[in-house]
């Protein structure tokens, strides 16, 4: 009892030797570097220098502070509750392992357990093993997604990315196979056995002569490595260690197989290459047999293990194979049976008979960095999961083990119940980091997943539980808003996916908000709803400023269906709405007033003339005053009486969509419609055009989204926050220009205002001269090709780009292996290189139109489409792309918000899933559990070889100008003769008419096939040619004879005649 005082004696005298409250806070600080580090690798802006805390600096600085008052495992605990999750901080009590009740609810080991689902274990057993066999070796193979597996007995079996048996071979042989690996140039299996090394070529269809075999080898092979290079196409190199502690190196090209075949009989499967042919550099490493041999790109070296104590294992280059010169070696007791490189954490792992695995520094060899100890039995075969840094370790007794390599401590343990004792001297395992599963093999094979990628893949993504309709960014706070069909609001954080707050009823009870849109300082929400109301919103505190009362029995014809920010600012708020009816109007509201009131409103309907659909307006620039954005427009024709007129037809009220350019020097309002037109209003030439295309059916060519492309960085796209839904930037000099300009035109017409303010056509004013000087400079820039231009996204599935002027520049079809449907969704980059559409089917294209926007009247420069991919199994209501973070968001009326890589189309996650994104690691490719096709990365096509063109000449066929000449043409009814000369001369050209060559008569066929076909000449005088008696009497006979045979035919036919 004494003894046990004096001790807690002394650790209360190690407490009090320090002062305890400096030592607190100086933890606390070390705590908050940490957090703040872990933060910024997160986000990628973390840059390494020598004050970076890692697990040793955190431990040396940690024991010093505290001393013997604090355990390891405590440290260990600690440090990697920070690092798994730096928002949940842990309390400082932990550190000496006093838990508070949540903090060990929160750490239970159940949670830490699931690592790997031992429970969605899959196991393959077709093809894979003869009757008492057992897999020897399992490679990965990731640029072809292919999976190669060999038993003992000679089974060699190529499986697909989704584990499907491509091709399986059996090899007769009597000796048994102890390894394989895959040659990625050659693309051949290498296998090897006791005394021979087999090559298979497992994409022949032949059943025999489809391999190689290189005997005879003198020891016995028992382990194989390819080794990687990239320089040579044609050739492959591997590594192999036998069982008198050699590495041998080998070098086979695709000449090999043909100039190095062995002079012996053909085997009855493959043909056989002989050993003293090649060049096989060998060196003596060790003093045992050579359990395993590996080559690691990262280091460019290769490592082979062996059971011997004092060369347990090498590290060095391949090139001491044939120089001799001293390598680097690894001793340890009782040997290495195991080991594998991590590169993310520049640690070697091995493990032996002594239950311990190791962690080495590559370059230091002569003690570890650290120790994991825990198995209970050997240790046969080590593996490591790269992008989360753990360790799985298997001993001879099937108990797997995982490992965290920061910490060094254990997060799960499971076993294996199939196989007997005498297999598990030899289990291959192997971690495929592509997709987080490690495969196993003995009898079968056993494959098991990380529970975070099962989670993903199987949990139904679900943001909101009913339909989206609104998705915004805000760039200046970098969160997102989304709202859904029940009029709850969400705000969420772009990097971790974490929600921040959320609003209910917006709009009130059973209101549905149907549009919102954020001012470009990211300071004030704007929010459309249903009954016609609008509100503004503080967005970071989600309080109410400003309201739009709603109309007394309001129906669904003032609904609101898309709203673009104009201007806020303390003083003053402007938004321009849509509303069901086809009316466009802009709402204000200032500090004096509580509500905000309605000061403009578009026309709705426009008659356009049939052949130019182009029309002048008369503007109002005295109404700037009052608004300060866009003058009244004054229509003074009566629309009604031109229904019926042939000449004229109406715009459409059935209005989908709009957007809103304000850029120096011109103004402008596109509207699309559900017919397919869209509506240009240019208030600088005070004009309104009607765009469509003349050749389409305007039932399927209706306008779903519509968007102004502003490729010049100078003259900004002025809109409230760059993000999929348009809005404008209130610019005060813009407006006063705006105003000199407009308040000029009406100076200067203000003679002849009767005719200003009747609607005058585009044949009527086409030859009159632009008064506005900066008119003329726009004019300029469309000449240039500076001008903007117009995108639109139709019911066709189909993107049109437009020019200000009224022209069809170029229509997008989108390409994909399914048929995207109409596209609904429209967004560019704020540097308007990169356009973005979604579908109806769940389809996001990406294009990269940068060449297309610097010069569009240059043919070379096209559009081309980058990236195709399915990311939602429903419509695509709205997108965006982030260009700093590079991802692209994406909103469904699933009801979910997910995240996407904006190049790679690789998926993240969705908003409100409990894990957080982690936007830096693209390596591990997984899709929503409603999504089963993979990104498409379209590549540009190759160029052909350019080939001669081949000219065929016209000339003019002079009899058929005369026909054409004396026919008459509907041309000649408008008055216009050259025009007809030129037509008729155009249709009276015709290739020019060989002359007929010169023919001959052949003979008959029954010549023969060479003689039959020779030309025959009649001569002017033939030559008579003197038959010799023989040949005369010869034929005479033939003659007679054909001659009874002809009498004898007739007489039979006259009989059956009677």
């Keep these: ?400 083990r995982v490992w965290d390599i920061q910490t060094l401590s254990p997060l799960q343990v499971f076993y294996e119940d199939h196989g007997t004792p005498e297999e598990m001297n030899a289990f291959p395992m192997v971690f495929d980091n592509d997709h987080g599963l490690l495969f196993t093999g003995s009898d079968v094979i056993d494959i098991y997943p990380l529970a975070n990628v099962t989670q993903d893949s199987k949990e139904l993504p679900q943001t ?153 307006l008369s503007l109002r620039p005295a109404s700037l005053e009052t608004q300060d954005f866009f003058p009244e427009i004054r229509l003074l024709c009566n629309t009604s009486s031109m229904k019926n007129d042939t000449e004229t037809f109406l715009s459409s009220v059935d209005i989908r969509c709009f957007d809103v350019l304000q850029i120096e020097g011109g103004r402008s309002i596109a509207t699309g419609s559900a017919n397919g037109e869209i509506n240009l209003w240019d208030f600088e030439s005070a004009s309104v055009k009607c765009l469509r295309k003349t050749t389409e059916d305007n039932q399927g060519s209706g306008v779903n989204a519509i968007l102004f492309l502003v490729r010049s960085v100078s003259s900004s796209r002025k809109r409230s926050s760059l993000s999929s839904t348009p809005s404008v930037r209130s610019d005060a000099s813009a407006i006063a220009e705006h105003k000199r300009s407009s308040s000029d035109l009406h100076e200067k017409n203000v003679e002849s205002d009767e005719i200003n303010t009747a609607i005058k056509t585009e044949e009527t004013t086409s030859c009159k001269d632009t008064p506005n000087p900066e008119m003329n400079e726009q004019l300029l820039k469309a000449r240039a090709g500076l001008s903007p231009l117009l995108a639109s996204a139709h019911e066709s599935s189909c993107v049109r780009l437009w020019s200000i002027q009224g022209n069809l520049m170029k229509e997008l079809l989108p390409f994909s292996g399914h048929p995207s449907g109409p596209l609904t969704a429209l967004c560019t980059d704020i540097f308007t290189k990169i356009l973005l559409t979604g579908s109806k089917e769940g389809h996001v294209f990406r294009w990269n139109m940068a060449s297309f926007l610097e010069d569009s009247r240059n043919r070379k420069n096209a559009i081309k489409e980058e990236l195709c991919w399915r990311a939602h199994a429903a419509e695509v209501v709205d997108l965006f792309i982030e260009e700093e973070k590079n991802v692209v968001v994406t909103a469904s009326v699933d009801g979910s918000v997910r995240l996407w890589h904006a190049r790679t189309g690789y998926y993240f996650g969705f908003f409100g899933q409990a894990r957080k994104f982690e936007l830096t690691d693209t390596s591990r490719l997984i899709l929503p559990s409603d999504v089963s096709d993979f990104p498409a990365i379209i590549k540009e096509e190759s160029k052909h070889t350019e080939k001669k063109e081949i000219i065929y000449p016209l000339i003019l066929d002079r009899d058929k100008l005369k026909s054409l000449t004396g026919s008459p043409s509907d041309l000649e009814k408008d008055g216009d003769e050259e025009a007809v000369h030129s037509f008729k001369f155009f249709r009276a050209l015709a290739p020019e008419k060989l002359p007929t060559l010169e023919t001959f008569e052949f003979a008959s066929k029954e010549a023969g096939a060479i003689f039959g076909f020779l030309p025959i000449y009649e001569l002017d005088n033939p030559i008579e040619v003197s038959m010799p008696h023989s040949l005369q009497r010869m034929k005479a006979e033939k003659s007679s004879h054909k001659g009874r045979e002809k009498d004898l035919g007739s007489i039979e036919d006259l009989s059956q005649d009677k």
């Design 1 to 400: 009892m004494s003894g046990k005082k004096g001790r807690d004696k002394e650790g209360c005298f190690a407490l009090e030797s320090i002062d305890f409250k400096n030592a607190l806070e100086q933890f606390q600080n070390l705590v908050e570097k940490m957090i703040i580090q872990k933060t910024k690798e997160s986000s990628g802006s973390y840059t390494k220098d020598d004050d970076e805390i890692d697990y040793e600096k955190f431990y040396t600085t940690t024991r010093t502070l505290f001393g013997s008052a604090v355990k390891d495992q405590d440290i260990q605990a600690f440090f990697r509750k920070i690092m798994s999750n730096p928002d949940e901080r842990p309390e400082w009590l932990e550190i000496f392992g006093c838990f508070s009740r949540k903090s060990v609810g929160m750490s239970s080991p159940s949670k830490e357990s699931m690592v790997f689902l031992v429970s969605e274990k899959q196991q393959i057993t077709h093809s894979v093993v003869k009757r008492k066999d057992v897999i020897k070796g399992i490679v990965k193979e990731p640029l072809l997604h292919l999976t190669v597996t060999a038993s003992q007995k000679g089974v060699l079996t190529v499986f697909s990315k989704k584990m499907k048996v491509l091709t399986t071979i059996n090899i007769e042989d009597t000796a048994w196979i102890t390894a394989c690996d895959f040659l990625p140039n050659l693309k051949y299996v290498v296998a090897v056995t006791e005394s021979t090394i087999i090559l298979w070529d497992y994409k022949s269809k032949e059943s025999e002569g489809n391999g190689f075999v290189i005997k005879p080898m003198k020891n016995c092979l028992l382990c194989v490595c390819t080794v990687t290079m990239a320089d040579n196409l044609a050739k492959d190199t591997f590594l192999m260690g036998d069982d008198k502690g050699h590495v041998y190196l080998l070098t086979i090209t695709s000449d090999d197989f043909i100039m190095k075949q062995s002079k012996a009989a053909k085997e009855s499967q493959f043909k056989v290459l002989d050993s003293e042919f090649f060049d096989i550099p060998k060196r003596k490493l060790h003093d045992d047999w050579v359990g395993k041999i590996k080559y690691f790109p990262a280091l460019k070296r290769f490592g082979s293990c062996s059971t011997d104590s004092i060369n347990s294992f090498v590290l060095d280059d391949i090139k001491r194979l044939e120089d001799h010169l001293p390598v680097k070696e690894f001793s340890v007791p009782k040997g290495v049976n195991a080991f594998t490189y991590c590169g993310k954490a520049k640690v070697i792992v091995t493990g032996g008979n002594d239950r311990i695995l190791r962690l080495w520094n590559p370059v230091v060899n002569f003690s570890p960095t650290g120790k994991l100890i825990g198995h209970k039995h050997g240790i046969v075969e080590v593996v490591t999961n790269e992008k989360d840094q753990h360790v799985i370790s298997l001993s001879c007794a099937k108990v797997f």
């Design 464 to 616: 909101h539980e009913k339909s989206l309709n609104v998705l915004l960014y805000n760039r200046a706070f970098h969160q997102i808003l989304s709202i859904c069909t029940e009029s709850v609001l969400k705000v969420w954080d772009l990097e971790t996916g974490s929600q921040i707050y959320q609003i209910e009823d917006a709009h009130g009870l059973n209101t549905e908000v149907t549009c919102a849109a954020i001012e470009r300082n990211g300071v004030y929400l704007a929010t459309g709803a249903c009954d016609g109301t609008v509100k503004i919103w503080e967005f970071e505190s989600g309080q109410e400023v400003k309201a739009l009362p709603s109309v007394q029995h309001s129906d669904d014809e003032h609904r609101v269906l898309k709203i673009v920010y104009l201007k806020a600012d303390e003083g003053q708020h402007a938004v321009i709405v849509l509303e069901q009816t086809g009316k466009i109007k802009i709402i204000q509201g200032d500090s004096a007033a509580t509500d905000l009131y309605v000061t403009w409103v578009l026309p709705e309907i426009v008659p356009f003339p049939q052949r130019n659909p182009v029309v002048y």
